[in-house]
């Protein structure tokens, strides 16, 4: 499966000069399986560019669309989706029975005309919400696991295995919450377990993160050491900070790689670059 960054901001959306390198746009990633389906994680800004190039892309691929929860960073980008206003295409939209009802009422009501010139009802595309009620789904042979984040408001992050390749998603994830956790550390092990590649938050330093405890995000440290744990083979660090530079996020990558060389681990660790792409 391929793997292109449209999206790799968290909360807000931040072009400009000083991150121009990994992007601005917010949460938004592409993952087109070996037989072209196509499935697309999140509706941040970063999906405005992704439906551009899909304009060139066969009609008849339906557009399979997860949302891992309904955070405005997350879905805000629906409305500039210009698949969503071609009548040849279709959109299905995934989301887990915990955040279902939220996620439909969300995508629609910031549509109403008080937000929105277009209303959702008036878009062209065949649109279908789909209910996930089993932790396993299955698209085109390709099987699609999720594990419940700890997050305000609840969150989903998933797992793509093809042909015995996994891909784990896991963004708007505190894996090591001051609170009882919703999902506790050894089951995100478990759930990461020897994966091809790791896509996980890593918004905050470990000092940042002790004045933010509760906003459902990890540090890049916390991210690393279940990229170790879990063995997989590559870990990229994602959801970067509004307030992180391109340079800062140089840094970050640049501490992960010489602890991994230090510790001497079968790892490689990059940061998520919008519109770069990677092979799993």
């Known amino acids: 499966m391929r793997v292109k960054f449209w999206g790799t901001r968290g909360s807000i959306a931040t072009p400009g000069p000083s991150t121009v390198r990994y992007g601005g746009n917010t949460t938004c990633v592409e993952v087109l399986l070996e037989n072209d389906t196509r499935i697309v994680i999140d509706a941040g800004t970063g999906i405005r560019r992704l439906g551009e190039s899909l304009m060139y892309s066969p009609e008849d ?86 594990i419940a984040n700890n997050h305000p408001g609840t969150a989903h992050g998933f797992r793509i295995t093809e042909n015995n390749r996994s891909l784990v998603f896991l963004t708007d994830n505190e894996l090591r919450p001051a609170d009882p956790p919703t999902t506790a550390w050894p089951r995100f092990v478990e759930f990461c377990a020897e994966a091809n590649l790791l896509i996980h938050d890593a918004m905050y330093s470990d000092e940042e993160l002790e004045a933010r405890r509760g906003y459902g995000h990890s540090s890049y440290r916390q991210a690393l050491d279940l990229a170790i744990e879990s063995k997989v083979h590559t870990c990229v660090l994602f959801h970067h900070d509004p307030d992180h530079d391109d340079e800062t ?3 970050i990558v640049m501490e992960c790689q010489r602890n991994i060389k230090r510790m001497k681990v079968p790892l490689e660790c990059h940061g998520a ?7 799993v």
Not at 81 to 94: E, N, T, V
């Open 249 to 251: 996020v140089d840094r």
């Open 273 to 279: 670059r919008e519109e770069s792409t990677l092979e």
């Open 61 to 146: 691929q339906p557009i399979h669309l997860f949302l891992t929860h309904s955070h405005w960073d997350h879905v805000q980008g629906f409305p500039f989706f210009r698949p969503a206003y071609d009548r040849s295409r279709s959109i299905r939209i995934y989301g887990f029975h915990q955040a279902y009802d939220k996620l439909r009422e969300i995508l629609t009501n910031q549509m109403e005309s008080k937000y929105f010139p277009v209303d959702f009802s008036d878009l062209n595309a065949r649109i279908e919400f789909i209910e996930i009620t089993d932790e396993t789904y299955e698209i085109a042979g390709t099987r699609i696991s999720a």
